[in-house]
């Protein structure tokens, strides 16, 4: 499963509710009247902000080191999203150029992983793409594309 936490701060704010803040992003601010409703709603507005990134073509940063901080966890979903966006975005290859990679690789795919007479993922020639699949959660495993 993928998983990405994100420190925040959190800490009384003048009007006595709690103010959660996040040192990776300065777009992203919450509150709650105690802090563990604060700190609830931290994951909906950190989810907000990444995706409202993504969607607004801007850099997503990766979580910087707690340091005692409580952490954040976005969903899964959001995370492995995210990780995809932020190395598509490094190695400068949009979502359509993935797609093309991806659908050129079906034929190959189906032929290496299905019938009676399959030559094995190992002998088909694309083991690097197939393990791009099935590692989807590892970050590095993105750069067969490159």
């Not at 409703?37 to 997503?60: C, F, G, P, W, Y």
């Not at 189906?110 to 690097?128: I, L, M, V, W």
Request: glycine letters at 6%; aromatic letters at 8%; hydrophobic letters at 40%.
């Amino acid at each position: 499963m993928v998983v990405l936490q994100y420190p925040a701060v959190v800490e009384r704010d003048d009007n006595g509710t709690w103010l959660v803040t996040f040192p990776d992003f300065d777009d992203a601010v919450t509150f709650g009247d105690t802090r563990e409703q604060a700190l609830a709603h931290a994951v909906d507005a950190l989810e907000t902000v990444i995706i409202s990134r993504m969607n607004h073509k801007l850099a997503v940063p990766t979580p910087s080191p707690g340091r005692g901080k409580p952490l954040v966890s976005i969903s899964p979903l959001t995370a492995a999203k995210a990780l995809l966006y932020s190395e598509l975005r490094a190695q400068n290859i949009s979502i359509r150029q993935l797609a093309q990679k991806l659908r050129g690789e079906e034929e190959t795919g189906r032929r290496c992983s299905s019938g009676p007479f399959t030559q094995g993922a190992r002998n088909c020639g694309h083991e690097r793409r197939i393990r791009l699949l099935m590692n989807w959660s590892n970050w590095s495993v993105f750069r067969v594309f490159s």
